[in-house]
């Protein structure tokens, strides 16, 4: 592929919550194919995940669990104010 490369600029919050996301859905539970259905669309998924991969240093740390948790908490308030009513009190 010959093409312009594009650049994406997420929030260190934001790509941690994405990497971990990806996962859950690239590896955990086996249904990229559930939920991607066009496979054209997995070479991008597959890109991003390895970039985020090589950039983020908390997927390889010992408190994985609760910064994420913080993580995903600071991005709740972001887009919902300080009661997180966004998300129907599910977790991402």
């Known amino acids: 592929m010959d093409e312009e490369a594009i ?21 955990r539970s086996d249904d990229l194919e559930g939920i991607v259905y066009d496979r054209a669309v997995w070479s991008p998924i597959h890109t991003i995940s390895g970039s985020l991969d090589k950039s983020l240093s908390e997927i390889f740390m010992h408190d994985y669990g609760p910064r994420l948790e913080a993580a995903k908490d600071r991005l709740r308030t972001h887009l919902y104010g300080e009661d997180d009513q966004g998300n129907n009190g599910e977790s991402w």
Request: cysteine-free; overall charge neutral.
């Open 7 to 27: 650049t994406i600029k997420l929030t260190r919050d934001q790509a941690f919550v994405l990497s971990d996301w990806l996962h859950q859905v690239m590896f």
